[in-house]
């Protein structure tokens, strides 16, 4: 096993070999994971993290290429992680986005990584936030959350971040009506992408409209831009939003609030996953495949099975 | 505390106050509720469950209310969950599904619940599991499980049961290339809803074509079905497809194949959540309330207050 807190240390000095192996660890959850992100922890805090999200063929990987080009040219360094809860494949699987993103790959300010940790005890959202603090101690200064798709696990996966970017395209379904309750709510700014097609305007005004009809006390979102991420159209209006957005919340200390409810989120599921890991995987998975046959066969139920491990639990 | 056993032998035997009352126990994980759940486990694995899924606006609850109607004619019991993991709204608002589904509410042979168990321990899959468990026990012939959406988290729960229906309209998005990885290969039935509007052959088509793609290993699947769930067309040549499904599974083996698979995940999920209610929440929710300042202050990180946990949980 490596040492944690040397890998900590040379990961902090910007190297990107230890960066790769810091976050497949932690991505991995292999022994000692937890203590390399107990040294990283206190380095984190600094990167603006942006949850980009929206359903599948909005448009979102080239808008999240465009972004990390236009932020690089601004002279930020740039972490971009691709979620896809429903894949098979798990981090290593680079080549994909390498290919995908290759007007940034060659670029040392910016390091791209796809996460597909389906099984991960404690969830994917906790991951991938682990993955990002590891970014974010690495000292990216924007590090963007890509998902696949909008479901509730890929809502939990962008609620994480400072700011949501919602991506829609005039083709998006129906329009804002199919839009599944809890989207709207978690997003910070709308983007309508595509939008040299036509309805894109139309679909702008619905949104704009839906946005009015909220509550005073929601808080306060911009207007509704307008991208063609294939052209870069839009692209800078979108960049200039995100970054004053994150200002704003900084000035209004909802940034703070907004963290410490995070932490405490954070804090709770690493604790429920230690108490997992501690209990097993050796007694949970033995009792689990000792139990197998006999829930199969109609001995013994699940709970049956479950009291078990607890019986064995407390000796 | 009612007596579990009591209330399981009330539900055995038809009486849909105790049906209400034993999936409200176990919906909230009220104490007692996995002696309950124990008691109903020898009853379950008659019925036929089958999830429906589909981008929102898909039309969706309107299948399902043809569903249930068709088999209600043809002599069949039929429980309906419908799952939304997004809405913070939790069982007891029946309302909303009585009126959305008037033409079924008032036959003692249908059932209808709303679940919103987001924050359930161990998972919004496997709660939707288990109240399904308890439909199973109380004899209804069919349980139909509808999601909102497709995202994650409704793929884990329609993937519980025996036929999986995904529901497509002409206007989803830019056709099959905007699916979601997972959702394909999940479902057995395809359906286009709303069939009476342009492209829904061209849909259709274009599925077909993708699964003719798939390794010839995979499960066979039917052909594409087209409906019009607003004025039943469609329905019968469905309900006729669900029920062949299974009968095929039936023939094959594969029925008892997939669910001992689902045995065994359900088993090791309520073993993670036993583990975790027996580690807490007083311990849980103790410590992490009490380190929430640490850790907002920097003093600690979670990973400490883990610790901590496991210190208090090895004396």
Redesign the interface.
């Known amino acids: 096993m490596t040492d944690p807190a040397g890998l900590a240390r040379t990961l902090v000095e910007g190297d990107h070999a230890a960066l790769s192996r810091a976050i497949s660890w932690v991505e991995n959850q292999s022994p000692g994971f937890?203590?390399l992100?107990?040294e990283l922890?206190?380095r984190t805090g600094r990167g603006h993290r942006i949850g980009v999200t929206g359903?599948?063929?909005a448009g979102k990987s080239t808008l999240t290429q465009a972004l990390a080009r236009a932020w690089r040219t601004a002279g930020h360094t740039v972490g971009v992680v691709a979620v896809?809860?429903?894949?098979p494949v798990s981090g290593g699987a680079l080549l994909g986005d390498r290919i995908r993103m290759t007007g940034v790959a060659l670029d040392p300010g910016v390091y791209i990584r796809s996460m597909a940790t389906?099984g991960a005890l404690g969830g994917?959202a906790l991951s991938t936030r682990e993955v990002c603090d590891v970014l974010d101690a690495a000292g990216f200064d924007r590090i963007l959350v890509e998902t696949?798709?909008?479901?509730?696990?890929?809502?939990d996966v962008v609620a994480a971040a400072d700011t949501v970017v919602l991506v829609l395209t005039p083709?998006?379904?129906?329009g804002i009506?199919?839009?599944?309750?809890?989207?709207m709510e978690v997003a910070d700014i709308f983007v309508v992408n595509k939008a040299d097609r036509p309805l894109a305007d139309r679909l702008a005004r619905e949104i704009e409209a839906a946005l009015q009809m909220r509550h005073p006390e929601t808080r306060e979102v911009g207007p509704v831009l307008l991208t063609v991420a294939t052209d870069g159209s839009g692209v800078s209006a979108l960049v200039e939003a995100v970054d004053r957005h994150r200002a704003g919340l900084a000035q209004s200390g909802e940034l703070l609030a907004r963290r410490?409810r995070r932490?405490?989120e954070?804090?709770?599921r690493?604790?429920?996953?230690?108490?997992?890991q501690?209990?097993?995987p050796a007694l949970?998975d033995g009792?689990?495949e000792e139990?197998?046959l006999e829930?199969?066969s109609?001995q013994a139920?699940?709970?049956?099975?479950?009291?078990r491990?607890?019986q064995r639990?407390r000796r």
């Open positions: 937890d203590q992100l107990r922890f206190p359903p599948p063929g896809d809860p429903t894949s389906r994917l696949v798709g909008v479901g509730q696990a890929e809502l083709e998006s379904g129906d009506q199919t839009l599944k309750a809890g989207l410490r932490l405490a954070q804090t709770r690493v604790v429920e996953r230690t108490v997992l501690w209990a097993g949970v009792a689990v139990g197998r829930v199969e109609g139920t699940p709970y049956d099975i479950a009291e491990v607890l639990l």
